[in-house]
């Protein structure tokens, strides 16, 4: 979902005389066409459960397909692992603009032989990390074209907090808590999801979850909302504060729109470094972070957030250039344009 929201912030700020077409892996691809732009999903190799070498076959021909359907003069690839396909479809198409949409926050000395594939482009673009000066990751000396953070969304597009309210069926005066950590049990307080939402309860504070699949029999569910959208940072404005995962998207658009937020990083993740991202928040003194959490530990975090968060994260704007997709928009249209003389 990353990688999708990333291109649309792109595709949303190009010229009109630009027009994106998505060809994406995400079962999530529908999206797009909300906003206006064709699309097509091609299934990944284990949507498809084939062997590699098979696959990278598959996604070579159905992009030479799209190419040949759509003559693009640019092709944006947003990714930290190029395919081999791709590679295979750019040597048959040398005449159209490639471009590497590659954020950086990679783990120290990891996937550095995918840094190589740099060469297969003509143009790197890396999104900004307003953690930047945390990142120890191969990409953080490499060369690259570099923008701002990137979000779907700027300030102005935020529904205000009575609108957002009113859209997501919220009581317009409880405290509100976004919390998105993935699937948990929201009852198991062994668990970092059901640690939060037991603070949260202990702190008179009413929960709203990003993760649909809440599983049944769990017991306690009266007083935990659902909240489900695309971009749901427009209804940011709807909650007092934030306890979420720190991956590129939701880190970004919580600091720029203003949520004071528990960051929980995801551990497990093969390459991207969430826990520097959310340690630098921390250190800034824009957010608070727990890398393991208990009860004990998240109440006066949360508590705090709800007393100092806001004046906490305004501070970020001192340290914000802006919405790089504004830039990469300026870039892509630009060699759109050279590519169609």
């Not at 498809?48 to 092709?75: C, D, K, M, N, Q």
């Not at 700027?154 to 957002?164: N, Y």
């Not at 209804?235 to 939701?250: E, I, M």
């Not at 960051?263 to 520097?276: H, I, K």
Request: net charge negative; hydrophobic share 45%.
């Amino acid at each position: 979902m990353g990688h999708l929201t990333r291109l649309l912030a792109y595709a949303q700020r190009c010229a009109p005389t630009v027009e994106p077409h998505f060809f994406s892996l995400s079962q999530a691809a529908p999206v797009v066409g909300r906003f206006g732009h064709p699309y097509e999903y091609v299934p990944s190799a284990s949507a498809t459960g084939l062997e590699p070498a098979r696959w990278h076959a598959y996604f070579a021909a159905r992009l030479s397909a799209t190419i040949e359907r759509i003559h693009p003069a640019v092709v944006v690839f947003d990714g930290t692992w190029p395919y081999e396909g791709l590679g295979l479809v750019r040597k048959a198409y040398p005449g159209i603009g490639w471009v590497w949409s590659r954020r950086g926050m990679w783990r120290a000395g990891m996937n550095r032989e995918q840094l190589a594939k740099s060469t297969w482009f003509d143009l790197v673009i890396e999104p900004g990390e307003f953690a930047a000066p945390a990142d120890q990751g191969v990409t953080a000396q490499a060369q690259a074209t570099r923008v701002g953070p990137v979000t779907l969304l700027d300030r102005d597009d935020l529904d205000t907090r009575a609108e957002a309210r009113a859209f997501l069926g919220l009581d317009p005066s409880v405290p509100l808590a976004l919390v998105s950590l993935g699937a948990g049990n929201i009852n198991d307080t062994s668990g970092d999801l059901g640690a939060v939402v037991a603070a949260l309860r202990d702190l008179g504070v009413e929960v709203c979850v990003t993760q649909p699949e809440i599983a049944a029999g769990q017991g306690r569910l009266d007083d935990v909302h659902v909240v489900r959208d695309f971009p749901l940072s427009r209804r940011y404005r709807a909650f007092d504060l934030a306890v979420s995962a720190t991956g590129y998207n939701s880190f970004h658009e919580l600091l720029r729109f203003g949520v004071p937020t528990l960051f929980v990083p995801n551990r497990s993740t093969a390459l991207d470094d969430q826990e520097a991202r959310s340690r630098y928040a921390a250190a800034q003194g824009w957010a608070h972070t727990l890398e393991v959490v208990t009860v004990d530990q998240a109440t006066p975090l949360l508590a705090d957030l709800l007393e100092r968060g806001e004046p906490m994260v305004k501070h970020v704007s001192d340290a914000d250039p802006g919405n790089g997709a504004v830039e990469a928009a300026r870039i892509l249209t630009g060699l759109a344009v050279e590519g169609q003389d």
